[in-house]
T-cell receptor, first 115, second 115 residues
Framework: DAKTTQPPSMDCAEGRAANLPCNHSTISGNEYVYWYRQIHSQGPQYIIHGLKNNETNEMASLIITEDRKSSTLILPHATLRDTAVYYCIVSLPNAGGTSYGKLTFGQGTILTVHP | ETGVTQSPTHLIKTRGQQVTLRCSSQSGHNTVSWYQQALGQGPQFIFQYYREEENGRGNFPPRFSGLQFPNYSSELNVNALELDDSALYLC??????????????FGPGTRLTVT
């Protein structure tokens, strides 16, 4: 599995956009970029994933560079409830059979949203 | 649609004992993955079950074993408990296979303390 590098912590003001970077320079052609977050004492929560195109859903946007070596998760209007550890993960899709969606979590980025 | 549930919530065991943790997957999901999360660390992949068969294993000893049942619920068994087994155990369900989804949905976890 490709390894990811994230800053250990970031701060953001409530209502502003939070931009969380991730480096994954050894990503292979068929690996996806996933983002999960974990609020204290809860199980991780899926946020978004992408292969090479930018993606957007109701929670966030994912921007992947053209060479796929890095990506940015954007929370457009951060709230206090977005305070969590954010994990950027590179993994094969969860296709069962010979490949499987093993998620290799690193240390993640602790995002603190301030009032 | 019911979410992922785990039982028990908390558990205290003595070194050398055996423990069984349970996970009910989300409705319609056929894949369950188990993760161990030590305090202050990201979750570590233990193994995955797809349609009742083990479909990948992380770097955990054989005393960590599992089962998946026809209804796709799952058990994690740990024999000969060691102090270092104290952790939050998370299960995640997903839809695997050719028409599989990409995201995994995590339960709230079981907090195991070994004394």
């Amino acid at each position: 599995d490709a390894k990811t590098t994230q800053p250990p912590s970031m701060d953001c003001a409530e209502g502003r956009a939070a931009n969380l970077p991730c480096n994954h320079s050894t990503i292979s052609g068929n690996e996806y970029v996933y983002w999960y977050r974990q609020i204290h004492s809860q199980g991780p929560q899926y946020i978004i994933h992408g292969l090479k195109n930018n993606e957007t859903n109701e929670m966030a946007s994912l921007i992947i560079t053209e060479d796929r070596k890095s990506s940015t998760l954007i929370l457009p209007h951060a709230t206090l409830r977005d305070t969590a550890v954010y994990y950027c993960i590179v993994s094969l899709p969860n296709a069962g059979g010979t490949s499987y969606g093993k998620l290799t979590f690193g240390q993640g980025t602790i995002l603190t949203v301030h009032p | 649609e019911t979410g992922v549930t785990q039982s028990p919530t908390h558990l205290i065991k003595t070194r050398g004992q055996q423990v069984t943790l349970r996970c009910s997957s989300q409705s319609g999901h056929n894949t369950v993955s188990w993760y161990q999360q030590a305090l202050g660390q990201g979750p570590q992949f233990i193994f995955q079950y797809y349609r009742e068969e083990e479909n990948g294993r992380g770097n955990f000893p054989p005393r960590f074993s599992g089962l998946q049942f026809p209804n796709y619920s799952s058990e994690l068994n740990v024999n000969a408990l060691e102090l270092d087994d104290s952790a939050l155990y998370l299960c995640a369900s997903s839809l695997g296979g050719l028409a599989g989804s990409y995201e995994q949905y995590f339960g709230p976890g079981t907090r195991l303390t070994v004394t």
